[in-house]
């Protein structure tokens, strides 16, 4: 990447991460605030089923270092995130535990409801920033998970993109189920960065939209990546993974830099 603010992306810690930021409440919402409180960027980072991990929050830092920007993460599960022994489902006990979570917990009207509802309040809270940015990880951006049939399929960052978003720029990151619909209803300048394990020409036909609708964006494929590579489920102690992940947020970096003016 050549923009300055992804050559301010600090080093990556792959172990026994001390986060940087803290706490507060914001719809109902435990609340990850992490950068700067006089900022005018501000970015929500809708995680994926798994919640709260160290990889997403360090994820988080690095944005808020490198665009000097300030990053909210939602705690939208309220601690009781997804486990990751439920994956895969390959018990009638773990397909009941993922389903039943999948149906409730992460059932994504109240989840859109509640990430607009938090930018309403970080914009009367942080009053100085002027643009503000989204982007999920999995289920953030729409749900999938690898080798998973659930037959399940949630929106939260696509559909707080359409027509009226608070939103100036939006993104996902290994997202699952993307169809050219979806990507016909985006209004904003969108970033899709995906995996080897979504379909090829799926992931084709939303390129060929965002990147012909005169929005802004783009779509990538890290075709040596896994679903994950960027949230829960990346191991930051993997060579591979671990530089896959610095370029995602970079990625990320440069794309908000250029969008939320």
């Keep these: 990447m050549s923009c300055e603010a992804c050559l301010t992306l600090p080093t990556v810690v792959p172990t026994e991460y001390t986060t940087k930021g803290s706490y507060e409440k914001m719809a109902g919402l435990d609340v990850y605030i992490t950068g700067s409180a006089t900022s005018t960027i501000g970015i929500i980072d809708v995680y994926d089923a798994f919640g709260m991990a160290t990889q997403t929050l360090q994820g988080a830092d690095m944005l808020a270092t490198a665009?000097?920007?300030?990053?909210?993460?939602?705690?939208?599960?309220?601690?009781?995130?997804?486990?990751?022994e439920w994956v895969p489902p390959d018990t009638d006990e773990k397909r009941q535990l993922f389903t039943k979570f999948m149906t409730e917990r992460a059932a994504?009207?109240?989840?859109?409801?509640?990430?607009?509802?938090?930018?309403?309040?970080?914009?009367?809270?942080?009053?100085?920033?002027?643009?503000?940015?989204?982007f999920g990880l999995c289920w953030g951006g729409k749900v999938s998970m690898p080798a998973v049939s659930c037959g399940i399929e949630f929106v939260i960052v696509a559909l707080a993109s359409g027509p009226g978003t608070p939103f100036a720029a939006t993104g996902q990151t290994h997202p699952g189920r993307l169809t050219k619909e979806d990507a016909v209803n985006i209004s904003v300048p969108h970033l899709?960065?995906?995996?080897?394990?979504?379909?090829?020409?799926?992931?084709?036909?939303?390129?060929?939209?965002?990147?012909?609708?005169?929005?802004?964006?783009?779509?990538?494929?890290?075709?040596?990546?896994?679903?994950?590579?960027?949230g829960a489920r990346a191991d930051l102690e993997d060579e591979a993974n671990l530089k896959e992940y610095i370029r995602g947020?970079?990625?990320?970096?440069?794309?908000f830099k250029?969008?939320?003016?």
């Design 67 to 84: 665009l000097n920007a300030l990053v909210l993460v939602p705690d939208f599960f309220k601690g009781e995130p997804a486990k990751h």
């Design 108 to 134: 994504f009207p109240g989840n859109v409801d509640a990430l607009l509802q938090t930018v309403k309040e970080a914009t009367e809270k942080y009053p100085l920033i002027t643009a503000w940015g989204t």
């Design 192 to 230: 899709v960065l995906a995996s080897k394990d979504e379909p090829a020409d799926v992931v084709a036909d939303y390129k060929e939209v965002i990147e012909s609708n005169g929005k802004g964006g783009f779509v990538e494929t890290y075709s040596t990546m896994h679903h994950g590579w960027m």
């Design 249 to 255: 947020y970079a990625q990320f970096a440069e794309f």
């Design 258 to 261: 250029k969008y939320l003016k």
